[in-house]
């Protein structure tokens, strides 16, 4: 079985992030008013980020599960594990982040498990409760305890869909990419190199997501402009580091890379 990626943050720096709208306010109400939240959104437009930036914002310990196929209902709440001959009771990240009144954050949502949305449920509705079935222990969620997941629409089959049953106990909020000018703020302090050196990146990025449906499934992310930046500031030349940084991540077919490569040279020259 695959571990479930399981990271922990407790009182971090403020990380930096930079908001598209109303996105902060939403989310701190939703805290303060006990509602769980949904964030769906393409690859690499701030989702993780804005997590880490509101749980430190709210001075809440994050405990982040990436979800795969293989992620279990046990992976989140605990099992007994051997300790020198003695089976101990573990408890896995969402029993975790429920006891110290924290947010848990579940990446990926869709790729979990069925029997996950059994623990979930009784979380995310006026119930509040974790029931521990192995201990016979039901946690009474605290106030500041927040569950979040996230999903990407755009790899969703209809067999992976979320049950409407499920979607319908999250406050949802959609992301997409930042406005022009200031995803070039964000992809500049984040790689350093100045502001007018990564206005065409963007400007590029913005073509090539035009692309997106025809020969594209996802546009270029925030993420891989911060990649190409990053390397030019190292020194890569630029056309090498388009070519690394945000054309070959996005496609394997020739015909595709050839088109997306005349999209940069109309761009960048
Ligand atoms: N609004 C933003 N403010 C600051 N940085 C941002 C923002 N949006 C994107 N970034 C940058 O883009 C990178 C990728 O963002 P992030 O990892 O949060 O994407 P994501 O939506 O969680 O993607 P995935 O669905 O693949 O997990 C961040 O590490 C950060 O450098
Ligand atoms: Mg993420």
Redesign the pocket.
């Given at each position: 079985m695959k571990p479930a990626l399981h990271t922990v943050t407790s009182a971090p720096a403020l990380?930096?992030?930079?908001?598209?709208g109303n996105e902060c306010a939403l989310f701190e109400h939703a805290w303060r008013n006990q509602l769980p939240v949904l964030?769906k959104?393409?690859?690499?437009?701030?989702?993780?980020?804005?997590v880490?930036?509101m749980a430190a914002r709210l001075g809440l310990p994050l405990h982040t599960v990436a979800c795969h196929d293989d992620l279990t209902a046990a992976d989140l709440t605990g099992r007994y594990l051997l300790q020198g001959g003695d089976t101990v009771w573990t408890d896995g990240p969402l029993t975790r982040a429920v006891r110290e009144g924290g947010i848990c954050y579940l990446?990926?949502v869709v790729e979990a498990r069925k029997d996950v949305t059994v623990v979930l449920h009784p979380l995310t509705d006026d119930r509040r409760i974790l029931p521990l079935e192995r201990t016979g222990e039901e946690l009474a969620a605290p106030k500041s305890f927040m569950l979040v997941v996230?999903y990407?629409p755009g790899y969703q089959t209809l067999l992976k869909a979320l049950k409407p049953s499920t979607r319908q106990r999250f406050v949802a909020i959609e992301?997409g990419f930042?406005p022009a000018e200031?995803?070039i703020a964000?992809?500049s302090?984040?790689s350093g190199l100045p502001l007018d050196r990564v206005r065409p990146l963007v400007v590029l990025a913005g073509r090539l997501r035009a692309l997106k449906g025809h020969d594209l499934e996802e546009g270029v992310?925030?993420?891989l402009v911060?990649y190409c930046a990053t390397l030019i500031a190292a020194g890569t030349p630029v056309a090498d580091a388009i070519l690394a940084g945000m054309i070959e991540p996005l496609t394997d077919d020739a015909d595709v890379k050839a088109a997306l490569l005349d999209v940069a040279r109309a761009v960048i020259g």
């Open positions: 990380p930096a992030y930079v908001a598209s964030l959104g393409p690859t690499g437009c701030g989702k993780t980020r804005f880490a930036h990446d990926e996230s990407n992301f930042l200031q995803e964000v992809v302090a984040e992310s925030t993420r911060v």
